[in-house]
């Protein structure tokens, strides 16, 4: 390969599910760029993230998806502020051999729930999952002193189960409902969070972080209830044009 090339990518898995492919080389269409190329990098374990760096020419960054976020931080050279704040990496810039981690899905979510719920909104959130996505999501919340209940699993030090949102009724005190877990991504599109759902009405807001399909089961539930819903496509775009700024300035 020339000189020239540079070689983008995304790192995670599973990875069949993911739009970033198409989304950059579809960018990189519409803006003539010739000499930029992103491709799917499926990694088994962390420990294949060495070799792929060996192995790959040209290698400027890489986006992070799940269930990395967390775990590649320990790879890095350095790390952002924010991100170091947030707990969780999403975009490595490669110069050289330093690697730089930063978070632009902190940016994405940010810009994109905000644009979507009423000016007036004033309420509480419950945070479904704890991965990596889900730190970006509550250092948000944390900053619009939105008060919110992390749920997973199993209950721990400041979380609650899937049971314990039943038995305390959570439904009737937080009406945003972020899904941050990968529940009902393509293949496995009939899956939800395990909520009650005839409990959910025209005063909820439910945001997915999943994006294909467009429309998740845990959405299709809400709507079917009155519901407002929206799916994880515009904060994809909005963090992966942060991304494209971190790699090319």
């Known amino acids: 390969m020339a000189d020239h090339h540079k070689q983008l990518g995304l790192i995670g898995k599973p990875l069949s599910h993911s739009f970033s492919k198409s989304y950059f080389t579809e960018k990189f269409r519409k803006l003539g760029i010739t000499n930029f190329q992103y491709e799917l990098y499926e990694l088994k374990t962390i420990a294949d993230f060495l070799p792929l760096l060996k192995s790959t ?16 931080m320990g790879f890095l050279d ?3 502020a924010d991100a170091e704040a947030i707990g969780a990496v999403n975009v490595i810039k490669i110069n050289g051999n330093k690697l730089t981690g ?5 940016f994405g979510f940010q810009s994109s729930l ?15 999952g704890t991965g990596g996505a889900s730190l970006a999501v509550t250092a948000v919340l944390k900053d619009r002193n939105i008060a919110f209940q992390s749920v997973s699993r199993k209950s721990g030090p400041g ?3 899937y049971d314990q949102v039943k038995i305390l009724d959570l439904l009737a005190t937080h009406s945003l409902i972020v899904n941050t877990t990968p ?7 009939e899956v939800a969070p395990d909520l009650d759902y005839h409990k959910i009405g025209p005063q909820h807001f439910l ?11 845990f959405m299709r539930n809400g709507l079917s209830k009155g519901a407002m819903v929206k799916n994880g496509l515009e904060m994809l775009e909005l963090q992966a044009e942060k991304a494209w700024d971190i790699w090319t300035k």
């Open 183 to 189: 529940l009902g991504m393509q293949p496995q599109i």
């Open 207 to 217: 945001f997915d972080l999943v994006y294909n399909p467009a429309a998740t089961t």
């Open 78 to 80: 350095e790390i952002s």
């Open 57 to 72: 020419p040209g290698l400027i960054g890489l986006n992070v998806t799940i269930p990395y976020k967390k775990e590649i």
């Open 102 to 106: 930063f978070n632009t899905d902190y």
């Open 114 to 128: 905000f644009d979507w719920l009423p000016g007036d909104w004033d309420g509480n959130a419950l945070v479904l």
């Open 159 to 161: 979380l609650v189960s």
